[in-house]
């Protein structure tokens, strides 16, 4: 049982102790568990993580403690400076990772055993550490070296392959969607190996996981490999529309563009009755559209006609909150700036204001409530400078004097 | 009635052994992390009916269950018809033996039906709770409606998406429904972790909104910092080039003429490597192409020279040279790529199982079997199962939960089959 005298339930996660070793590919998993009340310390090269070095910054005006990128994916997170490309570094860090609970890393899965760091050498000393990797391929099989970043994982997992118009090559998810699946589930597993560990008796292991792998699961309604098995096909793009819900897509209206669709045979009627109150086109009655929503595959053209003359005749809130009335599915197209107007969004406890020391940025709204609950709050801090606490770790924790540190600053260890 | 299947044993004990979870709902985001929740070692019990069957089964059309068992593997699947009174009864008493009760069902439904969350309090007063909604539990929009594929659109996420002069653009997947499912099973075992530690109890709500925003990344903090929307820039990326899709030959089996790789070049080095691999041919070494900056102001007609390069040639194969010489590249993968792929068999990720075709109006035990395949739960554990899970049919597993659990006799449970109770 971890002995936590201080925790009394205020975050959700107790505060483990979790190195994080990650660069963009799965910093959001330690930023989840950090989020939930997690004692994360991210280990960076003295150089800063790379992601420092990345835009957006404030006015575009580049500086490693501003890059918005960073300030993202690192939030409630600690900061300590670590070079584990010398002796001294590594060593370092093997007293760090005796005292931890978690490591989470997405070196290339040769990295830290090439440098006497990796999983079996650590847990030598720390029978119940736990580590995660997160690698584009996972660490076994024939694609194990095999190099990917965002790109290259959302075309390998055939993400891209539904992505897009359908005459056109396929496009990625320009939220760079492919950091979060491999991530949560790293998240997910660290958490069941700390619970066996501490509640079930067990001892530390170590979790694997496939971006690539992650990414598959999150299009598992389209069933790549099933169709080509049952049927012989492929999937493929869509545009805006579905081979799953028909119609749907998102239509332009008189001031942007509003998201529909159709599911159920009573949600068909509803929408027919309310084209026909709008633009007397008795066609949109008629019975060849009725029915379940794989029924009107054959009329897509004809309805998506008849939906754009309708929509055009009103904005996006009135065509939202009045078809939501009539128990359809209309949801807006938002932009950022919707978002964060948004008054569903500011009642559920969704955004978490952090407040920067550094006036170029100033007070910003984080999306961290993905829970909101009465009982548990997520933590509020913003991402650390580089190194922030050095002194706290290496002195206050690991025992080294003022001396040594300066000793291992001077030499760029720390 | 058909007999339970026996869940797997395994000699280590799961990671989340001892756990029992109730699952009260349909679609992806909660059956998905169900299932999670039971390839982990929880005992998750799955609350349906026949008289109202999950849609999922018929979405998309052809799969007719055959995609089933995704999100229902390594569960206890019974029947109950809780809007009535019997059927009430029961899910309480099965919530007060289990840990984590977890639905998707929306506030007025579940008070009409009378499983409200004080209800579930009384009946077990440690239970987490799980309420995972599409767009909020309260608020301005709680009775409003919502699913997966749509909020992509709701999220901000398809207004980054595409190029400017097309429409927002989105995959064709029920998107935040998966971020959601995933999200979930980490909340809950937190819960549990902060249960057993302090002695307190937690519900979370949790939406497919807030899950979908989640995921717009660093443009939330542009837009509030710069006040800049996101560009939409296709598969273009302000720190590499090349960085895009290019077209290759049709398929060598399938003759799919839609081929693609990805080549994603972010530095000197990397474009050094890129111009080995391909043979250094003459238009690679043009001047202008010689720094990342070069490469960027001269992208089209880079990428024009790289189409022109990568047309002629077997995708998967291009692939494997790029990677060989050091170039992150990779096919655009189809369902054939997936389906055959050697790498993802040596992890084992598609594993095939047996699904029962889904008919509406009759009854699932009717139902007939056949072959289908799923993937596995894409984290590997060393020291613990990841159970890949029986699948049960809807109702199967009612003997077991029923009669084992909950000490019904068997002519108690025959009385209430017949009443339509369990059913």
């Given amino acids: 049982m971890p002995r936590f005298d201080e925790y009394t339930g205020e975050h959700l996660i107790p505060p483990y102790r979790i190195l994080d070793l990650t660069d963009r590919r799965a910093a959001f998993c330690a930023r989840l568990l950090a989020d939930y009340g997690a004692d994360v310390v991210k280990v960076e090269p003295p150089s800063g993580d790379p992601s420092r070095r990345l835009g957006p910054y404030p006015s575009d005006s580049s500086d490693p403690e501003r890059s918005l990128d960073f300030l993202f994916y690192n939030t409630n997170k600690r900061s300590i400076t670590l070079d584990l490309e010398t002796e001294s570094g590594r060593s370092l860090f093997r007293r760090l990772a005796a005292d931890a609970d978690v490591i989470v890393e997405s070196f290339d899965r040769h990295y830290l055993y090439d440098r006497g760091i990796g999983f079996d050498a650590l847990r030598a000393d720390n029978p119940g550490l736990i580590m995660a990797s997160v690698t584009p391929f996972g660490n076994t099989g024939e694609w194990a070296d095999y190099q990917g970043d965002d790109l290259v994982v959302m075309a390998a997992s055939g993400y891209m392959q539904i992505t897009g118009e359908p005459d056109e090559p396929p496009v990625r998810q320009g939220n760079e969607h492919s950091h979060y699946p491999a991530a949560q589930y790293a998240a997910v597993g660290i958490l069941a190996a700390l619970y066996h560990r501490d509640f079930g008796g067990g001892i530390g292991q170590h979790i694997d996981v496939s971006s690539q792998e992650a990414l598959i699961t999150y299009y598992t309604d389209a069933h790549p490999a099933l169709l080509w098995r049952k049927l012989g096909q492929n999937v493929t793009r869509v545009g805006t529309n579905s081979t799953l819900v028909i119609p749907l897509g998102a239509y332009p209206c008189k001031d942007g563009w509003i998201a529909a669709g159709v599911i159920t045979p009573r949600e068909w009627d509803a929408l027919a009755a309310w084209i026909h109150e709008v633009t007397g086109n008795d066609e949109v009655l008629s019975e060849a559209y009725r029915g379940g929503n794989q029924d009107r595959a054959e009329h897509i053209d004809i309805i998506t006609a008849l939906f754009l003359e309708f929509a055009e005749n009103f904005t996006v809130q009135e065509l939202f909150h009045e078809g939501q009335r009539r128990n359809l599915v209309f949801l807006p197209v938002n932009e950022i700036a919707d978002l964060l107007a948004d008054p569903q969004l500011a009642d559920s406890g969704f955004w978490y204001d952090i407040e920067h020391d550094d006036s170029a940025i100033g007070a910003v709204k984080y999306p961290l409530g993905i829970f909101h609950s009465d009982d548990v709050q997520a933590r509020s801090r913003p991402a650390p400078t580089l190194g922030a606490d050095n002194a706290a770790v290496y002195q206050g924790e690991l025992g080294l004097t003022p001396a040594e540190l300066a000793t291992l600053s001077a030499d760029g260890i720390i | ?423």
């Fill in chain 2, 1 to 423: 009635m058909t007999t339970a299947v026996p869940q797997t044993q395994s000699a280590t004990p799961s990671a989340l052994t001892g756990i029992r979870v109730v699952e009260f709902g349909p679609y992806v985001a909660l059956p998905l992390t169900g299932r999670i929740l039971g390839s982990l070692g929880a005992e998750v019990i799955k609350v349906e009916t026949n008289k109202v069957l999950d849609e999922m089964a018929f979405i998309p059309a052809w799969s007719r269950g055959a995609g089933q068992p995704e999100y229902q593997r390594g569960k206890r699947r019974i029947t109950l018809d809780v809007r009535t009174d019997a059927g009430r009864d029961l899910i309480l008493e099965m919530v007060r033996i289990s840990d984590v009760f977890m639905t998707n069902f929306r506030r007025n439904v579940l008070d009409r039906w009378g499983i409200d969350f004080p209800e579930i309090r009384r009946q077990r007063p440690d239970a987490i709770i799980m309420w995972q909604t599409g767009l909020g539990g309260h608020g301005p929009y709680y009775t409003y409606k919502s699913f997966g594929i749509l909020v992509q659109h709701l999220s901000g996420v398809s207004l980054m998406t595409g190029l400017p002069d097309e429409p927002p653009g989105v995959v064709n997947t029920s998107y935040s429904d998966y971020h959601t499912g995933v999200f979930q099973p980490a909340g809950i075992i937190a819960a549990l972790m902060r249960r057993n530690l302090t002695g307190k109890t937690a519900t979370l709500e949790s939406s497919i909104f807030k899950s979908g925003v989640a995921t717009c990344g660093p443009a939330l903090l542009d837009y509030q910092v710069n006040g800049r929307g996101p560009r939409r820039r296709g598969n273009r990326d302000a720190w590499a080039a090349p960085h895009g899709v290019y077209p290759c030959a049709p398929d060598p089996v399938s003759g799919d003429a839609d081929r693609y790789v990805a080549i994603s070049v972010a530095d000197d080095d990397q474009w050094a490597r890129f111009r080995k691999a391909a043979g250094d041919p003459a238009w690679a070494a043009a001047p202008e192409y010689a720094t990342r900056l070069g490469r960027q102001r001269n992208q089209d007609a880079l990428d024009a020279a790289i189409s022109e390069w990568t047309q002629p040639q077997e995708s998967a194969m291009l692939m494997d040279t790029l990677q060989h010489a050091g170039v992150p590249a990779g096919i655009v993968s189809q369902g054939t790529d997936l389906n055959d792929s050697a790498h993802l068999k040596s992890r084992n990720f598609y594993q095939d199982t047996q699904y029962w075709e889904a008919e509406r109006g009759v009854k699932a035990t009717e139902w007939v079997e056949g072959e289908s395949v799923s993937w596995s739960i894409p984290a590997k554990m060393s020291g613990t199962p990841i159970a890949f899970g029986n699948y049960s049919n809807i109702g199967q597993d009612n003997a077991y939960v029923f009669g084992d659990l909950l000490g019904l006799t068997s002519g108690e449970i025959a009385d209430l089959e017949a009443a339509g109770v369990i059913y």
